[in-house]
């Protein structure tokens, strides 16, 4: 393994397979983007430690569900490396808030006053963005720097590598990663993003989660449990 490599703080399951994109150009070329951001005093989220947490919080064979997101909350606290999730004490957003209201109406789960999803993830629930890092107060702001490459070379490992997985892409961004999974060894569930502005048009009443844990349970795998616990 090389130096680079080993500078990067990544769980060991997925760096043997996803390692070698840190040597790739275009992961040498997004790691100057953030250096020069951050030498010119912009604030980037989240912080450095947390870029991979959605990794380091599960191992790649533990994987049983992806949720791909676009990018990280933009705002002060929120994003800590998990999509949709916010640190504890932070407020659950407008999207998260309307997750939890299918899921209430999916499967009767009462509505959580937190937003913090590290129980889904320690289930195996893989919380995905298409873009690991942004600036503060500026969406989508490191679009199209090569995170984009990066999560497809993470998808396109999961595609290859297991089999039984089940996807949940909401919205027409994460929907793009769809080309890269193979639909006849993977549950593809795509609907409309849970954002407000589009939430009504498809996200309320998809039945995703109760969809995934009875594709689960025939793949002879334990359900998720989509019931936060309290902090």
């Known amino acids: 393994m090389s130096e680079i490599q080993d500078r990067v703080q990544l769980r060991p399951s997925w760096k043997d397979r996803i390692g070698e994109e840190f040597e790739k150009e275009y992961m040498q070329n997004l790691r100057q983007f953030l250096i020069r951001e951050k030498r010119s005093g912009k604030v980037i989220y989240p912080e450095g430690d947390k ?54 109406d999916d499967l009767q789960i009462p509505v959580s006053s937190h937003g913090y999803l590290k129980s889904w993830a320690l289930q195996g629930v893989l919380l995905l963005n298409s873009v690991l890092t942004v600036e503060k107060n500026r969406a989508a702001s490191h679009q199209g720097k090569g995170w984009e490459q990066f999560t497809d070379a993470i998808i396109t490992k999961l595609n290859n590598e297991h089999s039984g997985l089940v996807f949940l892409l909401w919205g027409s961004y994460a929907q ?56």
């Not at 659950?92 to 939890?100: A, G």
């Not at 569930?189 to 995703?208: D, I, T």
């Open 51 to 104: 870029i991979f947490n959605a990794m380091n919080l599960i191992s790649f064979d533990k994987v049983k569900v992806v949720v791909v997101g676009q990018d990280p909350y933009h705002g002060p606290g929120q994003a800590h490396g998990l999509c949709f999730s916010v640190k504890p004490g932070v407020p659950p957003p407008p999207s998260l808030k309307n997750i939890f209201k299918e899921l209430h």
């Open 176 to 231: 793009k990663k769809g080309r890269i999974i193979n639909k006849e060894r993977h549950l593809v569930l795509q609907s409309p993003h849970p954002s407000p502005l589009s939430a009504h048009r498809g996200f309320f009443g998809n039945g995703h989660f109760s969809k995934t844990n009875i594709y689960l349970t025939g793949q002879s795998r334990n359900e998720i449990n989509w019931n936060l616990p309290p902090l």
